[in-house]
């Protein structure tokens, strides 16, 4: 079972048990994201996931790549639109190592000037890269759609001008803001010694200051659903991609931290659009040649849960597509099929224990649940609680979703605003 304990100052300490593996994985989570940024900010806290590993107040970046290489350690980061993750993985007996590694990367961090002009380099060529790729270009045009000009809406990468003027000091600032004790999740899953970590990550992160956000101890409402339809054509690609999305969030907010709903979500995309037999894939390729790749998704965090379905097609077939898949979604709306349901069913709960044979996986599930709903529940809960869904449930959530017009974003050849509009116009007709 998931041991839980919360130090004074707000710093939540996780460990979940894995005594069938050798390995396992630590991170340290904080929940801030893109969405903590402004139009003028946008982008730092990647550009913060990066400079992390550049140089603390003991260890330059060649040690910290060093001292958890000697150990066999994978390390890596993540920036999200709600959270920032810093993790390693390697063998459980040395757990307490990893933590000692990790905190000292989040807690002393001095994100070195001139490391931070080099780098400052590096992601500004990644953004380029992202900006003139269409698949990943529709993903943000996506996220605008989805919620227009919040900062939600905004690239977690950032934009091309905010990442060329970032200073040392924009970063120190955003830290002394957003890296506070009450948004911090300290994590571990595998086989270790559960008492002795928790005891060294106590130790650790028991002096680590509050924020100096005051909302931060404040559970974050949704960003408004805009709804819109955004395209932007690619003059060097002969395909379209394709990515429309609903909101799937309860209509109350107190409901939310729910995690029944939450299941029965992804039973509803699983149902729709997961495998080679699920009515969009069977329908959308099997039978009517409109696509090569065509899936669907829940795209979710701590506060906002959106279905998305993404395909990649041609010009001539992008109207037949949409077409087809708004009549698919309505049907769900109207029944579902028993058994379809018991394949998502089964597909699901493999994928939870495929998951839960995986020390990352099992540690990231178990943290986004916790800023999701403030609990943790065990591997055999999450699975008996698949198996009680019923069909009733899985159609409420197409109902609900379906209640809300499209958000759509297209890029690629011919792709466009117009376009764009056109799409969603239809698939919103079809739907009614």
């Avoid at 953004?127 to 003139?132: G, H, K, L, M, S």
């Avoid at 995986?358 to 529940?377: D, K, N």
Wanted: hydrophobic fraction near 45%; proline fraction near 5%.
């Amino acid at each position: 079972m998931p041991r839980l304990h919360i130090l004074p100052n707000g710093v939540r300490l996780l460990a979940v048990p894995m005594p069938h593996v050798q390995s396992a994985s630590v991170g340290v989570f904080l929940r801030v994201g893109s969405r903590d940024e402004t139009p003028s900010t946008n982008g730092i806290g990647h550009v913060l996931e990066h400079m992390a590993f550049k140089g603390t107040a003991t260890r330059t970046v060649q040690a910290i790549n060093l001292d958890a290489e000697r150990l066999g350690a994978d390390v890596n980061a993540f920036t999200g639109k709600d959270s920032t993750g810093y993790f390693m993985t390697g063998l459980g007996r040395h757990a307490e190592q990893l933590l000692r590694m990790t905190a000292d990367i989040v807690l002393n961090s001095t994100y070195p000037e001139a490391e931070l002009q080099r780098e400052l380099d590096v992601i500004r060529q990644e953004a380029i890269e992202y900006e003139e790729d269409p698949e990943d270009n529709c993903g943000d045009l996506l996220d605008r759609a989805v919620w227009g000009d919040d900062p939600m809406g905004m690239p977690i990468i950032g934009t091309v001008r905010n990442i060329e003027s970032f200073t040392r000091d924009d970063l120190v600032r955003h830290v002394r803001r957003h890296y506070g004790a009450e948004r911090t999740v300290v994590a571990a899953a595998g086989n270790f010694d559960v008492d002795a970590w928790m005891a060294s990550a106590a130790n650790l992160f028991a002096a680590m200051p509050r924020s100096g956000d005051l909302s931060a101890s404040s559970a974050p409402g949704p960003a408004p659903y805009v709804g819109q339809a955004l395209g932007r054509r690619f003059t060097q690609v002969s395909q379209v991609f394709l990515n429309m999305a609903f909101p799937l969030a309860p209509a109350r907010q107190e409901e939310f931290a729910q995690q029944r709903w939450r299941v029965a979500a992804s039973l509803a995309a699983y149902l729709f659009g997961e495998g080679m037999s699920s009515p969009l894939s069977d329908t959308v390729r099997e039978q009517l040649g409109l696509a090569y790749s065509v899936h669907t998704t829940v795209d979710a965090g701590d506060a906002w849960a959106n279905f998305v379905v993404q395909a990649v097609t041609t010009p001539d077939k992008v109207d037949a597509l949409v077409a087809a898949t708004g009549k698919l979604l309505r049907e769900q709306a109207t029944a579902i099929d028993p058994v379809h349901l018991e394949r998502a069913k089964n597909q699901l709960t493999v994928s939870r224990v495929r998951a839960g044979e995986r020390t990352y996986a099992t540690m990231e599930y178990a943290v986004e649940e916790l800023f999701a709903s403030g609990t943790v529940t065990s591997l055999e809960e999450s699975l008996a609680m698949i198996d009680s869904i019923g069909a009733d449930e899985v159609r409420a959530v197409f109902e609900r979703m379906l209640a809300h017009p499209p958000a759509l974003a297209i890029t690629g050849k011919g792709a466009s605003a117009r376009a764009a509009r056109q799409l969603a116009a239809s698939l919103a007709a079809g739907l009614r």
